[in-house]
């Protein structure tokens, strides 16, 4: 049986290391504790950089929305022109409009594929 003896500094030294740790896990996970936290920069005024909203970029989700919106509706192939998207994604964002509550209609037509749009409410 080995015996160990440990000095008085030496438990000390052990006990102050256990607590660094625990200091440091109570921050939590990605934040800083507020001892290290370094003073937030000041704001530029942005007002002047910023564009009009007419010239903001649209979502694809909106660029989608809009072209199934219209009368005629939209064919698949539209829709992926529009966006760059593959037929599968645009399929999910389809998905994902009827998910959010709009009500979509699909017709299918002999000469140009499937159609399509958005019901309008009753």
Wanted: proline share 2%.
């Amino acid at each position: 049986m080995k015996i160990t003896t440990t000095t008085k500094t030496a438990k000390q030294r052990r006990a102050s290391q256990s607590t660094a740790k625990v200091k440091r896990k109570s921050a939590g996970r990605g934040q800083r504790s507020s001892s290290t936290r370094s003073p937030a920069p000041a704001r530029a005024d942005t007002s002047d950089t910023r564009k009009p909203d007419d010239q903001r970029r649209t979502s694809k989700k909106a660029t989608i929305e809009a072209l199934v919106r219209r009368t005629e509706g939209a064919a698949i192939t539209e829709l992926m022109t529009a966006t760059g998207w593959q037929e599968h994604s645009v399929r999910a964002a389809l998905t994902g409009l009827r998910k959010a509550g709009h009500v979509i209609t699909r017709e299918r037509l002999d000469d140009s594929g499937t159609r399509y749009r958005i019901a309008k409410a009753v």
